[in-house]
């Protein structure tokens, strides 16, 4: 939940947030090319792309509400009375999945960065046949078997 400016190492913290959820107050600026340093080289590419990584890099200019959402920067814009309801909707809907697999989706996702499609179809298929083996049907899939049967 951001609202108000993600400057220099908030920027660098805010980027490294799985979901950001912001309101027309959110501002982002990378601005350690301003003051001789170096960051984000490794997140924002992901991100935002790396034409747009590097303009916001090389430049140190502050990125707005609409425009941070309309890049990746923020996965939600809403109005800043809607900031925490939508927050919290966002987590129950994340909180409401089997734990295991959103952590393990994450980690995937992290490792995956670096490699090509290959690399990565070889890390799932290795992820999902030998660590997470799956659920059975009637813990995948409760609310479906509750309402139709088995």
């Known amino acids: 939940m951001m609202n108000g400016l993600a400057y220099g190492g908030g920027a660098v913290l805010a980027s490294c947030l799985d979901i950001r959820v912001g309101c027309e107050n959110t ?29 916001l890099l090389f430049t140190a200019r502050v990125v707005e509400a609409e425009e941070a959402f309309q890049i990746g920067l923020l ?15 966002v987590a129950q809907l994340i909180a409401s999945n089997h734990r295991s697999s959103v952590q393990a989706i994450k980690g995937l996702l992290l490792q995956d960065m670096t490699k090509d499609l290959d690399g990565q179809f070889v890390n799932e298929k290795d992820y999902t046949t030998n660590v997470v083996k799956g659920f059975g049907v009637e813990e995948a899939f409760p609310e479906f078997l509750a309402r139709k049967g088995r």
């Open 27 to 55: 501002k982002f600026r990378f601005l350690a090319a301003a003051y001789g340093r170096i960051n984000c080289t490794w997140t924002l590419p992901n991100q935002v792309g790396w034409p747009k990584a590097k303009e």
């Open 75 to 89: 996965n939600h814009l809403v109005p800043a009375n809607q900031l925490r309801a939508k927050t919290m909707e």
